[in-house]
């Protein structure tokens, strides 16, 4: 087995270990630079890389090696190199049509910097809230907290595009406002543009209708940094998305950074064109999670601080194992409980603080959750009938769906067995207790599955 085969058979273990998106973005692009007594070099794309798989992976790194080489190989380093005859990417024909799109473009001006002497050139952008300094980093949100900082360091350089995804209220703008921050204190002639996906719609449909479409362009070509919030809301508008496009290519083709965030990755946006869903997805994909409880309490400490206000930690707990769901729920829950103690100028105690979170309990719940309601969800979300979730066909692709349901009600609305079987076509309990055993257990492990979970709560608990 020569000095690559063990690197493909090392790189077969690990992924073994890892989910497919951070095999994919720490692992995809290495290879075995040298061999030298003992000694291997592991040839990685960038500096970030580097440093994330000398934190995180080293060890494991190692004692795969170690255990495929019977021990001949003793230590290993990570270097900053291009793999040895690297091929040309050659374009798709989809992207040399797009390239040809793109030279129809006559009348966009070339490119020329705009420097703004000071800040980012957004009125929506620049609450000193949102900066790196205040970001609570836990298990959830460090991949996306880490190559956030990658790419505030190095614009253009580390990442690009960077797209960050997750539920509602978890962070995403946060750290994208955290970019745009420390890139302006770093330097603050860069031109910064962050926009969310509704501004940028409407502001492209304003400047058709003006016959302004070539200032739109020069305001959104001419920047070093754009930012984009909620891209998901981009579907269904074909003409936004072309323009979106191209703007997409004229900044990434001058190496200017984009990061883009949304509730979902590329490809599960529905009715994003397969040439956008290309694109954002040629950087780092990074996903935010639910915070723990560790993160929970870290942030509610956080907080205090920054309100100069303090609470037993019991109470802290309380709130913690109270709201689970979401950064910005619990922050807001933290706001309401302190403006209620000192107005009312008491000491707070569990009973107190129990009082007011029960009170958000409705507002959480906005619409009191029904099994019908969980199966209209669920078939709506994977696209199938009602009719079909509830007959006898055992096709994987109604029963994985149906045993989420199963799920859902026992999670949810603490259903009992019998009556979960009852409400999915008089199916016998055991089959609902399997079936609740089944997707607990993936949820240890299937990120994909966390992610389809996490949307279908979103959706029965808004729609």
């Known amino acids: 087995m020569d000095t ?24 995809k692009s290495t290879f075995v630079a040298l061999f030298s007594e003992g000694l291997v070099t592991i040839g990685v794309p960038n500096t970030f890389t580097k440093a994330w798989l000398e934190k995180k992976y080293h060890k494991d790194i190692t004692m795969c090696l170690q255990s495929l080489s019977g021990n001949a190989i003793k230590s290993v380093i990570y270097r900053v190199e291009t793999r040895p005859g690297t091929p040309q990417i050659i374009p798709t024909v989809e992207e040399m049509r797009a390239k040809r799109q793109e030279d129809a473009y006559a009348d966009i001006p070339s490119f020329t910097p705009v420097y ?100 739109f362009k020069d305001r959104y070509r001419n920047v070093d940094v754009l930012l984009v919030d909620d891209i998901q809301f981009i579907t269904s508008k074909e003409r936004t998305q072309e323009e979106f496009f191209h703007t997409f290519n004229h900044l990434h083709q001058n190496n200017k950074q984009v990061v883009i965030t949304s509730d979902r990755p590329p490809k599960a946006i529905v009715g994003l064109e397969q040439r956008l869903v ?121 029963a994985y769906p149906r045993q989420i349901v199963m799920y859902l009600l026992r999670q949810e609305m603490k259903s009992s067995y019998p009556s979960i079987g009852a409400s999915l076509g008089g199916r016998d309990h055991t089959t609902a207790m399997h079936a609740f055993d089944k997707i607990s257990g993936l949820l240890e492990t299937d990120e994909k599955l966390k992610q389809d979970l996490e949307m279908i709560k979103q959706r029965m608990y808004t729609s």
Not at 4 to 19: I, P, R, T, V, Y
Not at 21 to 27: D, L, Q
Not at 347 to 372: C, D, F, H, M
Request: include cysteine; aromatic fraction near 8%.
């Open 4 to 27: 690559n085969e063990l690197w493909q058979a090392a790189l077969g273990e690990l992924e073994l270990k890892l989910s497919k998106a951070n095999f994919t973005t720490w692992f």
């Open 116 to 215: 703004k002497t000071s800040g980012p050139i957004e009125s929506g952008f620049g609450s000193s809230r949102y900066t790196f300094g205040n970001f609570v980093v836990g298990k959830q949100n460090e991949l996306a907290h880490a190559a956030a900082q990658a790419v505030a360091s190095q614009p253009g350089g580390a990442y690009n595009p960077l797209f960050v995804y997750g539920g509602v209220g978890l962070g995403k703008t946060h750290l994208l406002q955290a970019i745009g921050h420390e890139i302006r204190t770093k330097n603050p002639r860069s031109a910064i543009l962050y926009v969310t996906c509704e501004r940028f719609t409407n502001e492209f449909i304003d400047s058709v209708r003006s016959g302004k479409a070539a200032e």
């Open 278 to 398: 290309s694109r954002l997805g040629w950087g780092m994909l990074a996903d935010i999670g639910n915070p723990d409880y560790e993160t929970r309490m870290a942030i509610l400490e956080t907080k205090m601080r920054e309100r100069n206000y303090l609470f037993d930690r019991d109470i802290l707990h309380h709130i913690s194992n109270a709201i689970t769901n979401n950064v910005r729920e619990l922050e807001g829950a933290l706001n309401k409980i302190v403006a209620y103690h000192q107005f009312k100028n008491i000491r707070p105690t569990i009973e107190s603080v129990q009082g007011i979170l029960a009170t958000l309990q409705p507002i959480k719940n906005i619409r009191s959750l029904t099994p019908r309601h969980i199966l209209e969800t669920v078939s709506t979300y994977y696209d199938l009938a009602i009719d079909d979730l509830l007959g006898k066909s055992r096709e994987k692709r109604l």
